[in-house]
Protein backbone atom coordinates (compact mmCIF):
# COMPACT_ATOMS: atom_id res chain seq x y z
CA UNK A 1 0.00 0.00 0.00
CA UNK A 2 1.64 3.10 -1.01
CA UNK A 3 1.09 5.67 1.63
CA UNK A 4 2.63 8.80 0.27
CA UNK A 5 0.96 9.45 -3.33
CA UNK A 6 3.29 12.01 -5.36
CA UNK A 7 2.22 13.70 -8.47
CA UNK A 8 2.54 14.59 -11.18
CA UNK A 9 5.08 12.02 -12.55
CA UNK A 10 6.66 14.55 -14.59
CA UNK A 11 6.78 17.82 -15.08
CA UNK A 12 8.29 20.61 -17.81
CA UNK A 13 8.98 24.49 -16.57
CA UNK A 14 10.28 27.46 -18.49
CA UNK A 15 13.30 29.03 -16.82
CA UNK A 16 11.51 31.59 -14.19
CA UNK A 17 8.54 29.91 -13.93
CA UNK A 18 7.09 28.51 -10.62
CA UNK A 19 7.41 24.55 -10.33
CA UNK A 20 4.91 22.77 -8.06
CA UNK A 21 4.97 19.49 -6.66
CA UNK A 22 2.26 17.71 -4.69
CA UNK A 23 1.93 15.00 -2.37
CA UNK A 24 -0.92 13.67 -0.32
CA UNK A 25 -0.89 10.87 2.78
CA UNK A 26 -3.09 8.94 4.33
CA UNK A 27 -1.00 7.81 8.05
CA UNK A 28 -2.11 10.51 10.52
CA UNK A 29 0.97 9.13 12.51
CA UNK A 30 3.31 10.89 10.05
CA UNK A 31 4.81 13.77 11.79
CA UNK A 32 7.54 14.54 9.89
CA UNK A 33 7.76 15.87 6.01
CA UNK A 34 11.13 15.97 4.25
CA UNK A 35 11.41 16.59 0.05
CA UNK A 36 14.08 15.22 -1.31
CA UNK A 37 16.65 16.00 -4.60
CA UNK A 38 18.03 13.42 -6.72
CA UNK A 39 20.03 13.75 -9.79
CA UNK A 40 20.95 11.38 -11.83
CA UNK A 41 23.54 8.39 -10.14
CA UNK A 42 23.57 10.43 -6.70
CA UNK A 43 22.05 9.55 -3.41
CA UNK A 44 19.03 11.96 -2.24
CA UNK A 45 19.98 15.26 -0.64
CA UNK A 46 17.50 16.80 1.68
CA UNK A 47 15.99 20.02 0.24
CA UNK A 48 13.91 21.24 3.07
CA UNK A 49 11.79 19.45 5.53
CA UNK A 50 8.49 20.51 7.79
CA UNK A 51 6.09 19.78 10.53
CA UNK A 52 2.13 19.66 10.88
CA UNK A 53 2.53 22.04 13.64
CA UNK A 54 2.97 25.25 10.63
CA UNK A 55 1.07 26.05 7.57
CA UNK A 56 4.01 26.79 5.25
CA UNK A 57 8.25 27.11 5.34
CA UNK A 58 10.14 28.70 3.01
CA UNK A 59 14.24 28.68 2.68
CA UNK A 60 15.05 30.70 -0.39
CA UNK A 61 13.36 29.48 -3.56
CA UNK A 62 11.91 26.81 -1.87
CA UNK A 63 8.23 27.02 -0.42
CA UNK A 64 7.14 24.07 1.31
CA UNK A 65 2.61 24.19 2.49
CA UNK A 66 1.29 21.69 4.14
CA UNK A 67 -2.53 21.26 4.86
CA UNK A 68 -3.44 19.18 7.82
CA UNK A 69 -6.75 18.45 7.19
CA UNK A 70 -6.59 17.37 3.99
CA UNK A 71 -3.56 15.16 4.42
CA UNK A 72 -1.72 16.96 1.40
CA UNK A 73 1.22 19.17 1.29
CA UNK A 74 3.03 20.55 -1.66
CA UNK A 75 6.35 21.89 -2.89
CA UNK A 76 7.22 25.07 -5.00
CA UNK A 77 10.03 26.12 -6.76
CA UNK A 78 10.14 29.61 -7.77
CA UNK A 79 11.74 30.77 -10.23
CA UNK A 80 13.31 27.20 -11.57
CA UNK A 81 16.50 26.97 -13.35
CA UNK A 82 17.64 24.66 -15.28
CA UNK A 83 20.11 23.15 -12.31
CA UNK A 84 16.68 22.41 -10.80
CA UNK A 85 16.24 19.79 -12.88
CA UNK A 86 16.64 16.95 -11.29
CA UNK A 87 13.71 14.01 -9.15
CA UNK A 88 12.11 15.39 -6.25
CA UNK A 89 10.41 13.15 -3.76
CA UNK A 90 8.24 13.82 -0.99
CA UNK A 91 8.64 11.51 1.95
CA UNK A 92 7.32 11.54 5.71
CA UNK A 93 7.78 9.62 8.69
CA UNK A 94 5.74 8.44 11.54
CA UNK A 95 5.99 9.30 15.30
CA UNK A 96 7.08 6.36 17.42
CA UNK A 97 8.35 4.60 14.75
CA UNK A 98 12.42 3.05 13.79
CA UNK A 99 12.09 7.11 12.19
CA UNK A 100 12.28 5.59 8.65
CA UNK A 101 11.26 7.22 6.09
CA UNK A 102 8.22 6.84 3.60
CA UNK A 103 9.02 7.60 0.03
CA UNK A 104 6.53 9.15 -2.93
CA UNK A 105 7.28 7.72 -6.03
CA UNK A 106 8.93 10.65 -7.43
CA UNK A 107 8.57 13.39 -9.86
CA UNK A 108 11.05 14.17 -12.49
CA UNK A 109 11.39 18.16 -13.50
CA UNK A 110 12.53 19.47 -16.57
CA UNK A 111 13.43 22.86 -16.66
CA UNK A 112 14.21 24.29 -20.21
CA UNK A 113 16.54 26.61 -20.84
CA UNK B 1 34.68 14.91 2.89
CA UNK B 2 32.38 13.60 5.77
CA UNK B 3 29.07 12.76 4.37
CA UNK B 4 28.08 9.30 3.93
CA UNK B 5 30.31 7.15 1.84
CA UNK B 6 29.44 3.45 0.27
CA UNK B 7 31.58 1.16 -1.84
CA UNK B 8 31.36 -0.19 -4.50
CA UNK B 9 29.81 2.18 -6.34
CA UNK B 10 28.50 -0.47 -9.09
CA UNK B 11 28.35 -4.30 -8.57
CA UNK B 12 27.87 -6.78 -11.27
CA UNK B 13 26.84 -10.10 -10.34
CA UNK B 14 25.71 -13.14 -11.68
CA UNK B 15 22.45 -14.54 -10.49
CA UNK B 16 23.13 -16.94 -7.18
CA UNK B 17 26.03 -15.28 -6.07
CA UNK B 18 26.63 -13.27 -2.90
CA UNK B 19 27.75 -9.48 -2.83
CA UNK B 20 28.58 -7.60 -0.11
CA UNK B 21 28.02 -3.66 0.27
CA UNK B 22 29.76 -1.49 2.83
CA UNK B 23 28.21 1.92 4.08
CA UNK B 24 30.68 4.81 6.39
CA UNK B 25 28.30 6.90 8.07
CA UNK B 26 28.43 10.67 8.85
CA UNK B 27 31.08 10.10 11.69
CA UNK B 28 29.23 11.36 15.01
CA UNK B 29 25.93 9.86 13.51
CA UNK B 30 24.39 6.71 15.42
CA UNK B 31 21.49 6.24 13.61
CA UNK B 32 22.03 4.37 10.33
CA UNK B 33 19.67 3.13 7.72
CA UNK B 34 19.50 0.96 4.49
CA UNK B 35 17.21 1.91 1.87
CA UNK B 36 16.59 0.00 -1.73
CA UNK B 37 15.45 2.11 -4.63
CA UNK B 38 14.23 0.64 -8.25
CA UNK B 39 14.04 2.95 -11.14
CA UNK B 40 11.86 5.41 -11.39
CA UNK B 41 10.45 4.51 -7.54
CA UNK B 42 11.15 6.20 -4.39
CA UNK B 43 13.45 4.58 -2.09
CA UNK B 44 11.96 1.96 0.29
CA UNK B 45 12.96 1.07 3.60
CA UNK B 46 15.20 -1.96 4.23
CA UNK B 47 16.39 -1.81 7.87
CA UNK B 48 17.39 0.46 10.45
CA UNK B 49 20.54 0.33 13.64
CA UNK B 50 20.97 2.84 16.09
CA UNK B 51 24.47 2.28 17.63
CA UNK B 52 25.05 -1.51 16.94
CA UNK B 53 21.64 -2.66 17.33
CA UNK B 54 19.77 -3.44 14.68
CA UNK B 55 16.27 -2.24 15.86
CA UNK B 56 13.45 -2.63 12.98
CA UNK B 57 13.65 -4.77 9.37
CA UNK B 58 11.35 -4.10 6.60
CA UNK B 59 9.59 -7.16 4.99
CA UNK B 60 11.03 -6.25 2.02
CA UNK B 61 14.53 -7.69 3.82
CA UNK B 62 14.01 -11.19 3.05
CA UNK B 63 16.06 -13.87 4.46
CA UNK B 64 18.24 -13.90 1.55
CA UNK B 65 19.55 -10.20 3.35
CA UNK B 66 21.78 -9.85 6.12
CA UNK B 67 23.02 -6.20 7.68
CA UNK B 68 25.11 -5.84 10.78
CA UNK B 69 26.90 -2.85 11.92
CA UNK B 70 29.18 -4.49 14.45
CA UNK B 71 30.99 -1.47 16.62
CA UNK B 72 27.89 1.13 15.60
CA UNK B 73 30.10 2.81 13.08
CA UNK B 74 30.11 1.13 9.56
CA UNK B 75 27.77 -1.65 8.32
CA UNK B 76 27.57 -3.65 5.67
CA UNK B 77 24.47 -5.06 3.66
CA UNK B 78 24.81 -8.98 2.23
CA UNK B 79 22.50 -10.07 -0.06
CA UNK B 80 22.77 -14.46 -0.50
CA UNK B 81 22.12 -16.08 -3.83
CA UNK B 82 21.25 -12.82 -5.82
CA UNK B 83 18.22 -12.55 -8.00
CA UNK B 84 17.65 -10.25 -10.80
CA UNK B 85 15.25 -9.09 -9.00
CA UNK B 86 17.47 -8.21 -6.16
CA UNK B 87 18.81 -5.22 -9.15
CA UNK B 88 18.46 -2.21 -7.33
CA UNK B 89 20.39 1.35 -6.21
CA UNK B 90 21.05 0.59 -2.77
CA UNK B 91 21.19 3.65 -0.52
CA UNK B 92 23.05 3.97 3.15
CA UNK B 93 21.47 7.05 5.53
CA UNK B 94 22.29 8.37 8.12
CA UNK B 95 21.54 10.42 11.23
CA UNK B 96 22.69 12.05 14.22
CA UNK B 97 19.52 11.25 16.61
CA UNK B 98 20.09 13.79 18.80
CA UNK B 99 17.32 16.19 19.85
CA UNK B 100 17.24 19.54 18.67
CA UNK B 101 17.08 21.27 15.32
CA UNK B 102 18.37 18.55 12.50
CA UNK B 103 17.52 15.33 14.24
CA UNK B 104 15.25 14.14 12.20
CA UNK B 105 17.41 15.02 9.14
CA UNK B 106 18.89 11.75 7.14
CA UNK B 107 21.52 12.04 5.05
CA UNK B 108 22.20 9.61 2.53
CA UNK B 109 25.31 8.07 0.46
CA UNK B 110 25.57 7.74 -3.41
CA UNK B 111 24.20 4.33 -3.31
CA UNK B 112 25.43 1.24 -4.55
CA UNK B 113 24.12 -0.17 -8.26
CA UNK B 114 23.12 -3.97 -8.11
CA UNK B 115 23.35 -5.93 -11.50
CA UNK B 116 22.29 -9.61 -11.05
CA UNK B 117 22.86 -11.06 -14.60
Known amino acids: QQQVKQSPQSLIVQKGGISIINCAYE??????FPWYQQFPGKGPALLIA?????SEKKEGRFTISFNKSAKQFSLHIMDSQPGDSATYFCAARARGSARQLTFGSGTQLTVLP | DTGVSQDPRHKITKRGQNVTFRCDPI?????LYWYRQTLGQGPEFLTY????????KSRLLSDRFSAERPKGSFSTLEIQRTEQGDSAMYLCASSSGEAGVGANEQFFGPGTRLTVL
Open chain 2, 49 to 56: FQNEAQLE
Open chain 1, 50 to 54: IRPDV
Open chain 2, 27 to 31: SEHNR
Open chain 1, 27 to 32: NTAFDY
